[in-house]
């Protein structure tokens, strides 16, 4: 039987949360139709502009992973910012944190990249314990950031599985869902026996491809339908799949179109309309 979560429409999800980012994310998904995510994962930060103008009235957020940019400069943010605000996403940084608490207070506070100060959402590895939640709590929640916790990968061989998927739920559920609002997970990790009342998460899934199954360097791709449906996720995540799409500026655009309807489709099947 599907879980329980994913019968309930995101507009009504909205009120299971308290974290700014998280009501956000939710709400821009109802307004513009859209559980895609498209990763911008290019080394030029000028190009990268490019694409989220091309595909941002598609998505509900963008991914970035500011540690590739040859020019990242604050420049880069404040235009990112601002075509947040014009286009109607959130930003997601996806730094995997994994490291003690004092340190990734300073990794997402400090340094050339002061990710907190631009980034509505960022990850964490649980791997170092709930230290890492503290860590980066202390900074990011008086902004209204959220945090995921990295439960599953799409990746080959991937060690975060069983025992240890099942403990990082356990993890993000003993800190609360004030700052940790869900997980990049393959699957809805928050199994419906240990989930509350109204205690909802939001499951994002990279690993998302209509033409390719993978890459040479491990990476597993599964449908839009396969990770909506079959899988509950609520958001996915697509990089190359848009980005990298043969045809220039206007296959970009048409592909993130493409996406976002095969998300929305498989969302709308699993509502039953
Ligand atoms: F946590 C994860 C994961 O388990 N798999 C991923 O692929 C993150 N990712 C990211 O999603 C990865 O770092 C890329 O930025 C993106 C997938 O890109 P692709 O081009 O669609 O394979």
């Known amino acids: 039987s599907p879980h329980p979560t994913t019968l309930i429409p995101y507009a009504e999800r909205i009120k299971f949360h308290t974290n700014p980012t998280a ?21 030029s930060a000028k190009e990268a502009l490019e694409v989220v103008r091309r ?9 970035t992973h ?4 040859e020019d990242f400069t604050p420049a880069f943010t404040e235009e990112l910012l601002r075509l947040s605000k014009e286009l109607d996403f959130v930003i997601f940084e996806d730094r995997k944190f994994a490291d003690i608490g004092n340190t990734v207070s300073l990794q997402y506070s400090s340094g050339i990249h002061k990710i907190s100060t631009w980034s509505d ?6 791997v170092p314990g709930p230290g890492i939640i503290a860590g980066l709590s202390k900074v990011g929640l008086p902004l209204g950031r959220g945090l995921l916790l990295l439960g599953e990968m799409s990746s080959a061989g991937s060690l975060a599985v069983g025992g ?9 559920q003993d800190a609360g869902r004030e700052f940790v609002i869900g997980f990049i997970a393959q699957n809805r990790i928050d199994k419906p026996e240990k989930i509350g009342e109204g205690e909802d998460y939001l499951i994002m899934s990279p690993g998302v491809g209509l033409s390719a199954k993978g890459d040479s360097l491990g990476q597993q791709y599964r449908t839009p339908r396969e990770c909506v449906v079959e899988s509950g996720a609520d958001v996915i995540i697509v990089g190359r799949g848009i980005y990298g799409v043969e045809g220039g500026e206007e296959a970009v655009k048409s592909e993130a ?5 095969a998300g929305w489709k498989a969302y709308e099947e699993r509502l039953g309309r």
Do not use: W
Request: with cysteine; proline share 0%.
């Open 66 to 69: 500011c540690d590739i940019f």
């Open 257 to 261: 179109e493409r996406y976002r309807e």
């Open 121 to 126: 959402l960022t990850n964490a590895h649980s």
């Open 164 to 172: 240890y998927t099942e403990q990082t739920f356990k993890m993000a």
């Open 23 to 43: 009501i956000k994310i939710l709400e821009i998904m109802d307004r513009k139709k859209t559980n895609l995510a498209v990763s911008v994962d290019v080394t």
């Open 55 to 63: 595909v941002g009235a598609s998505v509900c957020m963008v991914k």
